[in-house]
């Protein structure tokens, strides 16, 4: 097993080398970069493309010393300090290498923007991405498994077709139709307000017993949380499901029915170990799905500012050192999750070897 984990180990290096080559060049060709973004800014033009779709202000077709849209009437000195505190007085290829020399000593930059280190800005949302990931993904896998359980023992009933049918309805709806509908119904937006619409906690939450303060912290969260679970439980109840299904069917089972156990004892006793090994096994790769892809909607619509929100800014903003600090951080967590994913893999079921494969 060692040797397995060494091989993945070394396998994260390209690949995490090709991911950030791959993005590194994309942006080379996107326009409206940093620079381009504070020009237009400083010409009042508010946002650069604007520029791009002729709203804005034009390149002069004589002016050879400026390639940025909005430069005009900005001295190409100033442009030349611009680029030089930026970086891009430098070739690509330097600028590249350079990044990622300070991305192996963990050293991430400061955001072009916000005068902030990348690695305090994402820690200082990183609260809101894991109270929507840590939570969403413990409610789904504390519903699901019972449910999809109930549902193969009583397969075609009219239980499992009642809950199929609320099952599918929900994973149907849009996470942020549903958002909305909490909005509007218990929210204040034109019904009840049952329940807070911005910030994890209260203004006074500092004030507040210890009591106090996680019944606030629950109560602000439970419309977001709810919102961004409801589609989670389909794929879960319903491969948990199939899974008890598959293993009710094997001799085993039979055997284990025929020396007298109790219905109990087959499913919790022999089934539940085998069935739950690809379910229990994804619960990493599923936290780390919803903790990094923190929907951008639903924390917009709910005033929370967490990772969504900072990745959709950046990208907009062209704040390079945010995108390109968090994309290199979350590859190389989701690289070391996957491998992670494989030991639990073994950790349940030890039957599973995979230093024999190859």
Same mark, same amino acid.
């Given at each position: 097993?060692?040797?397995y984990?060494?091989?993945r180990?070394?396998l994260v290096?390209?690949?995490l +080398?090709?991911?950030?080559i ?6 080379q060709?996107?326009?409206g970069?940093?620079i ?9 033009g508010g946002?650069v493309?604007e520029?791009f779709?002729g709203?804005?202000?034009?390149i002069?077709?004589?002016d050879?010393t400026s390639?940025y849209?909005g430069?005009?009437g +900005? ?9 030089r505190e ?6 690509p290829?330097?600028r ?15 955001s072009?923007?916000r005068?902030i280190?990348?690695?305090d &800005? =994402?820690?200082?949302?990183?609260p809101?991405s894991?109270?929507?990931g840590?939570?969403s993904t +413990?409610?789904?896998?504390m =519903? ?7 549902k193969?023992v009583?397969?075609g ?10 099952i599918?309805?929900g994973?149907a709806?849009p996470g ?14 034109s019904?009840w307000?049952?329940?807070p619409?911005?910030g &994890? ?10 009591i106090?303060?996680?019944?606030d912290? %629950? ?13 989670a439980f389909?794929?879960?109840t319903?491969l948990?499901?199939n ?5 009710i069917k094997k001799?085993y =089972?039979?055997?284990?029915r ?6 109990g004892?087959v499913?919790?006793g022999?089934? %539940?170990?085998?069935a739950m ?8 790769a +599923?936290?780390?799905g919803v903790f ?7 924390e ?11 990745g959709?800014?950046?990208a907009?903003?062209?704040d ?7 994309l ?5 967590m989701?690289?070391?999750?996957g491998? =992670?994913?494989?030991l ?13 494969r190859g």
């Amino acid at each position: 097993m060692g040797a397995y984990i060494l091989r993945r180990l070394l396998l994260v290096i390209p690949t995490l +080398l090709g991911i950030m080559i791959i993005n590194f060049t994309l942006t080379q060709f996107v326009p409206g970069g940093p620079i381009e973004q504070i020009i237009a800014r400083m010409e009042g033009g508010g946002d650069v493309f604007e520029s791009f779709a002729g709203g804005g202000s034009e390149i002069l077709e004589n002016d050879s010393t400026s390639e940025y849209v909005g430069a005009r009437g +900005l001295p190409p000195e100033f442009i030349a300090d611009l680029e030089r505190e930026f970086g891009f007085d430098k070739p690509p290829l330097e600028r590249f290498l350079n990044m990622m020399w300070n991305y192996i000593r963990l050293d991430f930059g400061e955001s072009y923007f916000r005068s902030i280190s990348v690695l305090d &800005l =994402v820690l200082e949302k990183m609260p809101v991405s894991i109270t929507l990931g840590l939570w969403s993904t +413990l409610i789904a896998y504390m =519903v699901s498994i019972p449910l999809g359980i109930r549902k193969a023992v009583r397969d075609g009933s009219r239980f499992d077709t009642w809950t199929s049918g609320a099952i599918i309805i929900g994973y149907a709806i849009p996470g942020f139709l549903f958002a909305i509908l909490l909005i509007v119904l218990f929210a204040g937006g034109s019904y009840w307000r049952l329940f807070p619409l911005r910030g &994890l906690t209260s203004d006074n939450w500092e004030e507040l017993s210890l009591i106090a303060k996680i019944l606030d912290y %629950f109560w602000h969260i439970a419309l977001p949380v709810f919102a961004s679970t409801i589609s989670a439980f389909a794929t879960l109840t319903l491969l948990t499901k199939n899974s008890f299904l598959d293993e009710i069917k094997k001799q085993y =089972v039979m055997t284990a029915r025929a020396k007298g156990l109790s219905e109990g004892q087959v499913l919790y006793g022999h089934v %539940f170990r085998n069935a739950m090994l690809i379910v229990i096994s994804g619960f990493p790769a +599923l936290f780390i799905g919803v903790f990094f892809g923190g929907s951008l909607i639903i924390e917009t619509l709910f005033s929370l500012d967490g990772l969504g929100r900072l990745g959709f800014e950046a990208a907009v903003a062209r704040d390079y050192p945010v995108v390109f600090g968090t994309l290199f951080a979350f590859s190389l967590m989701g690289l070391i999750i996957g491998i =992670v994913t494989d030991l639990t893999y073994v950790f349940i079921d030890p039957r599973i070897d995979f230093e024999s494969r190859g």
